[in-house]
């Protein structure tokens, strides 16, 4: 992966302007959190992220998780895999799945404690357990770049943790949006803070302090 | 109260049925209508199942075209409602569906004669309309999120059955489900047209006197639609679909040389294939128009209209059947299954019963009309009336009625019965083929007289009449902002 970069990145909502200009490179292997108050305009970069790097491969994980309520948890994290496989073998896989991907997924779903649920449907779960579903979905992408929007809001403490641990694990480089400084601080090496859709602070984040980012909020 | 436009809506409907009756014809002229009645009621209640294999293939048959005719329209419907963003994709689906299944069904025996083609023809073509809209509908209204991140590279067809139809799929199988009820009843009713069908052996069974056996046919007929969620599983219909195929019987065999014939002189105006020139087509129109089309039309309309009413009458009293606010547990499933034998009833089959009893005019299919359409919109509205929570201290019975639930529910009745008001109008056109002068009648003449151009050109008006009569029904929907959806569809 080469570095990723955005430069003089602008989004208009009808007159008004969301987002931008802005500049903002990527370097493989980093982990970054986006912070700021909720509106400065987080989830749109990941958007325009996602679709600007989408044929790169690039996993997106979005706030409202996109699952497809009527498939079991097995199929949405399937999904994630959907491009690795012919049209063919997804359909069969839809009626009847293949051993050798339950054997992948599985595993995925143990890690995140939701292997119980492996065949239910997505929109008989919690709120939480859609999240890890979701969470699974992106890692199973096997991507090497990972937008996520707030991959672990409904989840609690040490919940959290492992789920967020599993994402930046399984993805050399991440964006994510996060509103947890705490989780911020701890699974990314470099924290943007976005204030009026512009970037209001960009720092390694061991010279990040809470007292910034409190100045975001 | 006045000043409401649904209710100043609800009134002008009302002064036109009343309008209207003077110039229907709405006599009781049978010989004996009432011991008529009185030997069927007989029959119902001592049916006769002595005649086992007759019984048993009028039902097997009737199973089969509807298996066969729904599948394929469902199977047709889907790949439409895919290309519905095209409007010429759009006017196709609308076009076919005002086509009665029946008409298509006349249109069918003239070239293909009584080959099973004909019956599953006439069921799959008008169903591939209405499937094709309605999966349309139900498609649209899926989330487009999960297919926005699915990962790059992933082909059409299986984006496509991962997002939208996986997410659709439970509302697509409900859908169709109550499609294929829907089917049961179009299969029965083809019967009355000459497919081996429940119409065929009611109608012989009938000119024959055999009560009991009329009696035992539409019993065995009720039983068929009441049991259908017992029988019809996601995991049986597989095999009932392919082995439907097998049971249409054979009928006789499609003559080709009929079907050419049929497309390149029958239903070429008489005119142009006797080379008289556009002049002489213009003389057979207007003649065409005056002496059959608008006769048919203005009869057409006049029965629709009284028909829609009464239907709206019934259904406000009927509805308390189906709700909870007015039924207990022992009165709750009996209304249900008064509702069921009401919707379950094809318009069809009540009018040539009434028909036979009553004699010819236009008040069996008035009735006919009202109490199937009523069943139907009363249980719909029922259902509705179960989701509002009254508070304790609500009033009982006719004040419950009159203050709480019915004007709450007075906007989606409007809703459904503007719904039905094309569904009421292509029946009363249909209904014509029993004797009534409506434009089906003259379809049926027509084609008795072997003037084929003459009848395409009349089932062409009744198509196009269908039409503007939904783009009314809409156009009033949206005035009066009553929403309504496929979802909100039995």
Known sequence: ?217 | MWQSATVRTSLGFVLVAAACVFFADLDISGHDPWGELNRLFFGLIQPSFANLDYLGEALVRTLAFAFVGVGLGAGAGLLLALMFGSRIVRTFCAFIRAIHELFWALIFLQFFGLHPLTGVLAIAIPYAGVFGKVYAEILDESDPQPAQILPFGVGTVTALIYTRISQAWPHLTSYTYYRLECGLRSSAVLGFVGMPTLGFYLESSFSQGHYGEVGALLLLFYGMITTLRFWVRPRLVPLYLLAAPFLLGSGLPIRWDNVTRFFTEDIVPAPLRNGEGLGELWVWLLELLSTEALPGIWNTLVLTQIALVITGVLTLLLYPLGSRHFTNRLTGPLGHIVLVVLRSTPEYLLAFILLQLWGPSMLPAVVALAVHNSGIIGHLIGRRSNEITLRPDAPNGIERYAYELTPRLYGPFLAFLFYRWEIIMRETAILGILGIATLGFYVDSAIQEIRFDRAMVLILITALLNIGVDILARYLRRRLHLRHTAKSEP
């Open chain 1, 1 to 217: 992966m080469q570095t990723l970069t955005l430069t003089n990145l602008v989004a208009d909502y009808g007159e008004q302007r969301v987002l931008g200009p802005l500049d903002l490179a990527i370097e493989p292997g980093q982990k970054i959190a986006l912070v700021g108050k909720s509106g400065a305009g987080k989830s749109t970069l990941l958007n325009l992220m996602h679709q600007r790097w989408r044929h790169t491969g690039a996993a997106l994980m979005p706030q409202e998780l996109g699952l497809v309520p009527s498939l079991s948890v097995f199929h949405n994290v399937f999904m994630g895999g959907l491009a690795r496989r012919a049209t063919w073998y997804n359909l069969v896989s839809l009626m009847r799945p293949f051993r050798r991907d339950i054997d992948s997924i599985l595993p995925l779903l143990e890690q995140l404690d939701i292997a119980e649920k492996c065949w239910t449907a997505a929109g008989e779960l919690s709120g939480g357990q859609r999240q890890r579903v979701a969470a699974a979905r992106a890692i199973h992408q096997q991507s090497d770049l990972l937008l996520a929007d707030e991959p672990a809001s409904a989840l609690d403490g040490p919940m959290a943790v492992k789920v967020m641990a599993a994402l930046t694990e399984a993805h050399p480089t991440a964006v994510l949006a996060l509103h947890d400084v705490e989780l911020a601080l701890r699974f990314a090496d470099r924290v943007v803070g976005i204030a009026d859709g512009q970037i209001a602070l960009d720092q390694p984040s061991e010279r990040v302090k809470t007292q910034d980012l409190l100045a975001l909020y």
